[in-house]
């Protein structure tokens, strides 16, 4: 293969974005890692054979921090980082380089551009306390993307756990002060990300849905 075909070939596979099964497989493992995040958590927090209801949503419960929080909120937490775990054991292998978990995006204030944020950078600036240099940033649960490339979004996914479950999921709008508030996750994931496919929502029980 001449160099410039081996050059050629090398980019087309960068840009490579997934092919509609290859969503549909996706998909799958995400809503797969839904029902076992929400199953093992359950199972663990709230004790075997035990469901949410709505009575345990609303119970106050003391976080690590010490912050008082609802059971609601606490089960979701802890159900959204076992999914994203799910996820990763389940793509990782397969599909390393075209998927980001937790990405975080920030609009440059001089260009307009996107930016994607190193995750170490913004390790660094959360332990020092730099919380104003990621005001107005966005961090979707999973985003599939060209191969290396996270700026090139395809789709965009955010887990929802709704409490109780059988609750239909919905895009949160932004809280008052926020950057974005009143305006809803969903929409600013679309504007600034700009993806082939609607933002999608995953659930335990209602799977994939707009």
Known sequence: MSRAAARAAEAAAVMRLWEAAE?????????????????????????????????????KVVDSNGREITRAMQLGEAKHAAALEC??????????????????YLRDAKTGRMRWLDPQEVAQWLRDGLFQLLAGSIAPDVVLHALGNP???????????????????????????????????GQ????????ERTPQLVSPNFGVTP
């Not at 965009?156 to 305006?183: I, L, M, T």
């Not at 600013?188 to 993806?195: F, G, N, P, T, V």
């Open 23 to 59: 969503v549909a497989r996706v998909e799958h493992v995400l809503v797969e890692c839904a029902k076992r995040a929400n199953f093992e958590v359950n199972e663990r927090m709230l004790g075997p054979g035990k469901r949410t209801s709505p009575e345990v949503c609303r119970e």
């Open 87 to 104: 996820v990763q054991r389940e793509l990782g292998v397969t599909d390393a380089g075209r998927f980001s978990l937790e990405p975080r």
């Open 151 to 185: 700026l090139n979004v395809q789709a965009v996914y955010d887990f929802k756990f709704p409490c109780p479950v059988s609750n239909f999921p919905r895009w949160e709008p932004y809280p008052e002060g926020h950057p974005f508030a009143p305006r809803q996750q």
């Open 188 to 195: 600013i994931y679309q504007e600034l990300l700009k993806s």
